[in-house]
């Protein structure tokens, strides 16, 4: 072999190995990316040199070949690429002819921690992370180009000699270092391959097979791909997880190239939002799991891919997070799956309420923080309601399930469990000539039950604003709606709740001067003896409505509820709270007769027995709002079986 040249590799900074080898990646595994990726570049050279015309020898099958020689520690990356002449090898290789080196290693030995997202470009040079010696043989495609041989153990100091190569295309050459001989096991290469070239459009081949899968779907057009090769995509990046909701597919080239799948999964309650799912890819080549500076935050629990060769992939993540190309990646992405939203709301209601369980968190958190995003999507905010529409009169009994299929079927507005959803506009529009401009709602279903029922049977809808991103989401609607009033529904009793008549007919006791009512209140004030306890006296027009009710002002909850928020603390529950005691329920009115001893200032069982029960309604009143801790159970339970006692020995 005649050695053409030998001579010093031309750098600026003399330790530019060092650090190639010990900080140029995290992962050292990289360097079968890098190497694999300069591979498909110089197959892809190729064709296009071929359809200019300035090539017209046999193309071949285009493929990258991987072997490995565990007797000489060796692993093979060849490719049937463009090849190299030695002036290139001199030119690309020699120079070490990546982009602004010098300023790249300065900006990375002052910036150890900074960690950098892709380093594509210094490429070739990332073998030297596992390699003790790195060998080059190429013949470049080029009519009477000679074979060439570069070697180079590590140091600046490199030969260049001739090659008895016939084939064209190169052959790069990994003597491992000791500490790395885990690339001589197949599983290991097979596990790369799947990892960073599952996706490029050349074959992979080891031991005379194909190992990588070739096809990215997101790089078709949607017209070509069915629901399947979604799914199938998708089970293949997330294997053993539920199916997706739906998905959106990023196509554009104008004025950034983007392409990309991304899909809504079914959230978990304990779903990390801050954490990126997404993975990115540069060319069909994998980068990174993690897509936290790329797209907007209220997206990052979706999954997918995002693939694009404008995101600048050899600068620091912080630095991604302020560069203008990629802001605008992020807006259209974020269009784009506003627009998918709202064109699944438009043609298919039916699955969109199916989804909005999960994707009303991505649409909510979206709004919070997106103005663009808000605008897209703010007439397909939709909320769970107690309203449902009425059949017609004309409907038999056993017509009225068909009928309600049919309106499903129609409107889309309603789930598998029969819940219906509606916006925020209908619903005042339905609700202006009873309570205009008032939005009525409750955020704990069970908790609130007894509240719910009791708008429900006088006809006052409620909307349920129970996810957890909703405590933020209610002062938002406020926001955005100054002249509507948000009431949650424990804290007031609205008017059309409450018996106006029988207040007013109430008779004045002579012997009191006071009404039934102000006798009632002055019982509870005095058997509760709390004097942060609000007592208040109504009489509720549902026969269902319970003998008391602890109403939360919305003002002072919300007051807590931030402070709390402030100090990271859990809300406690409000020692200032109000207590609704129903003057119309038979329990309150037979409480009345009951206590007259107690009203006198004689004590006796009969007071003693009120007294109990002021306190029991109390309990079973707060229990509809909270649990009790310890202390207040064990004096609950205990009370309850005094009551118990005493009501069955009057009754024997």
Known sequence: MTVLEQGTITIHTENIFPIIKKSLYTDHEVFFRELVSNGVDAISKLKTIARSGEYSGEMGEPEITVEVDKDNKTLSITDNGIGLTADEVKKYINQVAFSSAEEFIQKYQSNADNAIIGHFGLGFYSSFMVARQVEIDTLSYQEGAEAVHWTCDGSPQFKLEDSNRTQRGTTVTLTLMDDELEYLEDSRIRQLVKTYCDFMPVSIRMGGETVNRQKAPWRESPSNLTDEDYLDLYRYLYPFQEDPLLWVHLNTDYPFIVNGILYFPKLKPDVDVTQGNIKLFCNQVFVSDHCEEIIPKFLLPLRGVIDSTDIPLNISRSALQTNRTVRKIADYVAKKVGDRLKELYRDDQKEYIRCWQDIG?????????????????????????????????????????????????????????????????????????????????????????????????????????????????????????????????????NDELIDKDSNKTEIVDPKTNKTRSEQIKELFEKSLNKPRVNIRTEALKSEDTPPAMVLLPEAMRRLQDMTALLQQQKAEFPEDHVLL???????????????????????????????????????????????????????FVERSNHVLTQLTQRAV
Request: proline letters at 2%.
């Open 361 to 493: 968190t991505f649409v909510k958190f979206g709004s919070l923080n997106d103005e663009k995003f808000k605008k897209q999507v703010e007439d397909i905010l939709v909320f769970r309601t107690t309203y449902k529409p009425e059949t017609t009169d004309a409907q038999k009994p056993e017509e009225a399930e068909d009928a309600w299929e049919s309106s499903e079927e129609k409107t889309g507005s309603f789930d598998a469990q029969g819940n219906y959803y509606t916006t925020l506009k209908e619903y005042l529009e339905r609700n202006k000539e009873r309570h205009e401009n008032s939005v009525f709602y409750c955020t704990e279903e069970a908790a609130q039950a007894t509240y719910i029922e009791l708008h429900k049977s006088q006809g006052l809808e409620v909307l349920f604003l129970d996810s957890f991103i909703d405590t933020h989401f209610i002062s938002f609607l406020e926001r955005e709606h100054s002249d509507v009033k948000f009431l949650r529904v424990d804290s007031e009793i």
């Open 581 to 635: 005691v129903n003057t119309s329920h038979p329990l309150i009115q037979n409480l009345a007769n009951l206590s007259q001893g107690s009203i006198e200032g004689a004590e006796s069982p009969s007071a003693e027995l009120a007294n109990m029960i002021c306190h029991h309604v109390y309990d079973l009143a707060l229990m509809a709002q909270k649990g009790f801790d310890a202390n207040g159970m064990k004096s």
